[in-house]
């Protein structure tokens, strides 16, 4: 039986309708490594690292090739540090660390360490972590007015502020000095004398651990390509730690619009698909962050005008003492503001663990973590990842 052509016709654009809507919805759900469970997200399916993972393309600066030797005047070292804020008491959790980044990387190159307190280093402190590294150890002190609440904080409000945020269960909340942890890591360690003259660092916390022989400069790799940063995991924070460090982020850019990089990562900073309920309760910012306790980046990045002018905003405002807000949140939504998304980098070829999250990649130059494992414990540690978000948005570069 023949069809009039206005039906065939018909026929014809309801198949392609449905065919864009099948497109849209699949678009929609993100990348297929994402997995729903029947409670929403719940991790990703099958992690990128599981697959086989290769050093970076493009030259890349060797320690056979060049001199790295560590007393040398004219080595192939360009202008960086590994750097450390650490307490006395952490000596021991401190030396295995640097012997992983010793035996995977620095051995190699030999850039300084330069670590930081608020008390003076011990002499024993002193002489254990000179004794892991032929290269030379600063220990420098943080100066008071950088270590201290500013005189705006009101401590009775702080005590206050932080016993409720303790009754949610926020790890920390109550530790005066957790607080000021987090606010020397989110706008004051790039002001510190000792590293004026350094371009790049690269952050090391007591206790992690690093899996993988990483053979080329990082350093170098970074100022080939004019990178800004360098993170290994990309993870949610908890909302309560920070209800109001998104509204002051938008009255910030309210204030300097012009500060926005143009090729930003907003759409990362403000996702609400993964985990809508983080998203809402941090009201528009999705909590997704670079895991800071690893971080490869550029100083001048921190000391530009525009991060400085945006931590010196949130500073004023109190968050980090009547909150508890993050360094991670705050250099991330600061990255993702002001940077050139396409000068960050995933250091996916460093394998990496801070308890309890994993980078590890599937390389015979890793060693002693499971490739694509992303967590050690409860299973529901799996949803904290938020990489699929990242992948989406700004790219796996
Ligand atoms: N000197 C000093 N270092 C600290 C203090 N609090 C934390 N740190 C360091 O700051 C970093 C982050 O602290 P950590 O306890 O690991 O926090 P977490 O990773 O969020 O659990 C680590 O390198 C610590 O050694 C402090 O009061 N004084
Ligand atoms: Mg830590």
């Known amino acids: ?214 053979d080329y400069d990082v350093f170098r790799f970074m100022e080939d390509r004019n990178l800004t940063y360098g993170f290994t995991i990309n993870l949610f924070d908890a909302p309560q730690t920070l209800p109001t460090l998104w509204p002051e982020t938008k009255k910030f850019l309210a204030a300097n619009p012009s500060y926005l990089s143009s090729n930003n990562m907003m759409e990362w900073l403000t996702d609400n698909t993964l985990r809508p309920d983080h998203t809402e309760a941090a009201n528009g910012y999705s909590t997704c962050h670079f895991w800071s306790n690893f971080e490869i980046g550029d100083l001048d990045f921190f000391r530009g005008e525009q991060y400085d002018a945006y931590f010196n905003h949130l500073d004023r405002a109190g968050g980090f003492f009547y909150e508890r807000w993050g360094d991670a949140p705050v250099h991330s939504i600061g990255l993702g503001l002001f940077a050139d998304a396409a000068k960050v980098h995933w250091f996916r070829d460093i394998g990496y663990n801070h308890i309890p999250y994993f980078n590890c990649p599937n390389s015979p130059k890793c060693s002693k973590c499971t490739p694509g494992k992303f967590y050690a414990g409860e299973p529901f540690l799996a949803k904290e990842d938020c990489r699929p978000s990242y992948f989406k948005h700004v790219g796996m570069h």
């Not at 198949?15 to 997200?41: A, D, E, T, V």
């Open 1 to 214: 039986m023949a069809v009039a052509r206005p039906i065939r016709m018909l026929g014809a654009a309801c198949i392609l309708l449905c065919l864009f809507l099948i497109f849209q919805i699949n678009q929609s759900q993100g990348p297929s490594f994402i997995s729903k469970g029947s409670k929403g997200y719940d991790g990703m399916k099958n992690d990128p690292l599981s697959n086989p993972t290769g050093e970076p393309e493009g030259h890349l600066w060797r320690a056979e090739d060049n001199d790295y030797a560590p007393d040398s005047a004219s080595s192939a070292r360009t202008n960086a540090a590994l750097i450390s804020l650490v307490r006395n008491e952490e000596l021991n959790d401190l030396i295995p660390t640097m012997k992983d980044l010793e035996r995977t990387w620095n051995g190699k190159f030999n850039y300084p360490w330069i670590f930081f307190n608020d008390k003076p280093f011990t002499e024993e402190f002193k002489k254990r972590t000179q004794a892991e590294t032929k290269a030379k150890c600063y220990y420098e002190q943080v100066p008071k007015e950088h270590w201290d609440p500013p005189e705006w904080i009101n401590m009775e409000l702080f005590r206050e502020s932080a016993a409720i945020l303790n009754e949610q269960k926020i790890q920390y909340s109550d530790k005066l000095s957790y607080h000021q942890m987090c606010r020397w890591n989110s706008g004051m360690f790039y002001k510190h004398s000792a590293l004026k003259n350094y371009k790049y660092y690269w952050r090391v916390e007591p206790k992690v651990q690093f899996f993988c022989n990483v």
